[in-house]
């Protein structure tokens, strides 16, 4: 069994008093009706033809600069990176990918270069659904939070499309993943993906997970993934 884990943009100490890190930007093109904003460029499933229209980034005042930099504005599959996290994200199977040089907008006024990492590796169509299970949850408003109330499965994607579609019939009730087997027979051979609206979740394999902590790539943290294969 591989193991999996959650990429995901650090909330600690060390990137400072602000997230996300970036909230801002000088320039760009971010009208999301606009076919050539770089919202609709960064969709899923979309071919981003040339560098789309970031405009240069702005580095908070309050955050600190790290190898990975959170951001308001960038989908979840598009992370803002350093050349050294890129140098050492270009040695895996990163499928579908990009790598968009942009500009990086210092306090002080420094402009430093940066790449916004894109990449569309769905790996929803390889889910074996007959073995994964979903949380079905419920506003408790006597405790105020999310109460889970029972496990849901499904035969295929579109029963859970369908479900998942039916807000009406959900009555408020919440799904999540709890646990989502991949059929190791279908899933293309990559070390970061995602599934396709299952989570608003980054999957990294564990080899690119030990490369990222032994080059000591800052601004970014780990937990044990809902995915297994």
Not at 81 to 106: A, D, M, N, R
Not at 214 to 228: L, N
Request: some cysteine.
């Amino acid at each position: 069994m591989n193991t999996i884990w959650q990429f995901n943009q650090a909330h600690g100490p060390e990137i400072g008093k602000e997230y996300p890190q970036v909230q801002k930007t000088v320039g760009g093109y971010w009208d999301i009706s606009a076919p050539i904003g770089v919202q609709n460029q960064l969709k899923d499933d979309f071919f981003p033809n040339g560098i789309p229209p970031f405009g240069q980034f702005k580095l908070h005042a309050n955050a600190n600069l790290t190898d990975v930099l959170s951001t308001a504005m960038l989908p979840i599959r598009s992370t803002l990176i350093s050349p050294w996290c890129k140098s050492v994200l270009e040695t895996f199977k990163l499928g579908q990918h990009w790598f968009f040089p942009v500009e990086l907008l210092t306090p002080s006024g420094k402009t430093l270069p940066y790449y916004v990492f894109h990449f569309n590796n769905d790996c929803s169509d390889s889910i074996d659904f007959s073995k994964s299970t979903f949380a079905i949850s419920e506003y408790c408003w006597e405790d105020f939070e999310m109460k889970e109330m029972g496990e849901l499965t499904f035969h295929n994607k579109l029963e859970y499309y369908a479900f998942m579609d039916d807000r009406k019939g959900r009555k408020g009730k919440t799904i999540s993943p709890k646990k989502i087997t991949l059929d190791t027979s279908s899933i293309p051979q990559v070390d970061i993906f995602y599934l396709y609206r299952i989570g608003a979740v980054v999957h990294i394999k564990d080899s690119l997970r030990q490369a990222l902590q032994e080059a000591r790539i800052s601004g970014w943290e780990c937990e044990p993934s809902w995915v297994v294969s």
